[in-house]
């Protein structure tokens, strides 16, 4: 594990007398901790490789454990700290042991990124009481449970920023899918992050969930995925799917000074896609 730590820099504006960030500057996280699940691939590892590149030393955590090494590598390429665990986020044990890990040996945690979950296409009327209860607990659950240890973590430094997945199924039922757990969940986190961003400003910790839209992962593989991606990209203002690096730059800004004044938001990132 490689470590790199920058300073933050402040100018002295002339005649006013305070200081602040260069708005350059307020982008950058250098010298802090973060933690993303999910981020053995696709936006997760994004994320990840953004918050690197920023400056952030960056633990990430996903249920396959040759792809979140990968990303942990990657990490350390880019001159900042990695250490990657093979969890899965369901495991709220699992989930305590590794943020007291991260803790215990970088000393702090001021970036936690919610990211793990997945869909499944299924007509409501065949949902499972366990079908459904899975969805519930990878989507929703996890999310709360993971931010729920992030912020006890935080709580020493009384500051912190919290970013939970969401998605655009959270807010429209997009054509083409039939995942009406998945719909529900999102929706949850939705305002799952409204009400932490509330009961945990006094604390100095923000809480803030992005919404990515129709975006080319290697889910979009999946049989009955592929079939719609034209038609998506048709139906988009801008005309394309998004790219996983559109979301690296929603990443950086919630977790920077830069969004300081924001919190309980959720950042739509579809390219116009929910406009109409």
């Not at 949902?127 to 996890?142: C, G, I, P, V």
């Not at 080319?216 to 799917?241: C, F, H, V, Y």
Request: aromatic content about 8%; hydrophobic content about 45%.
């Amino acid at each position: 594990m490689i470590g790199c730590r920058g300073a933050k820099f402040a100018i002295n504006l002339v005649g006013i007398g305070w200081w602040k960030l260069g708005i350059i500057d307020s982008f950058r996280i250098d010298g802090q901790v973060a933690v993303v699940t999910g981020a053995g691939q696709g936006i997760g590892r994004g994320f990840a490789l953004a918050l690197a590149e920023a400056g952030a030393d960056v633990a990430v955590i996903d249920i396959n454990g040759d792809t979140v090494k990968d990303t942990a590598n990657e990490i350390s390429k880019l001159n900042k700290r990695s250490m990657c665990f093979e969890a899965d986020v369901t495991n709220h044990g699992d989930i305590s042991e590794i943020i007291n890990s991260i803790t215990s040996k970088w000393g702090r945690l001021d970036i936690g990124v919610n990211n793990a979950g997945a869909g499944g296409f299924m007509d409501a009327v065949d949902y499972t009481e366990d079908s459904w209860d899975a969805q519930m607990s990878l989507n929703l659950k996890s999310v709360f449970m993971c931010a729920q240890q992030e912020f006890k973590a935080m709580l020493e430094n009384n500051e912190g920023n919290i970013i939970n997945t969401a998605s655009i199924s959270g807010v429209i039922v997009n054509r083409g899918t039939m995942h009406a757990a998945y719909n529900t969940a999102k929706a949850g986190v939705i305002h799952m992050t409204r009400s932490l961003a509330v009961e945990w400003a006094p604390h100095g910790v923000r809480v803030n969930a992005i919404a990515p839209g129709n975006i080319l992962t290697p889910a979009a593989e999946r049989p009955e995925i592929k079939p719609w991606l034209q038609k998506w990209a048709d139906m988009n203002p801008t005309g394309r799917l998004g790219n996983i690096d559109d979301l690296q730059g929603a990443v950086v800004f919630l977790a920077s000074s830069a969004s300081k004044f924001i919190t309980g938001h959720t950042l739509m990132v579809d390219g116009g896609y929910t406009l109409w």
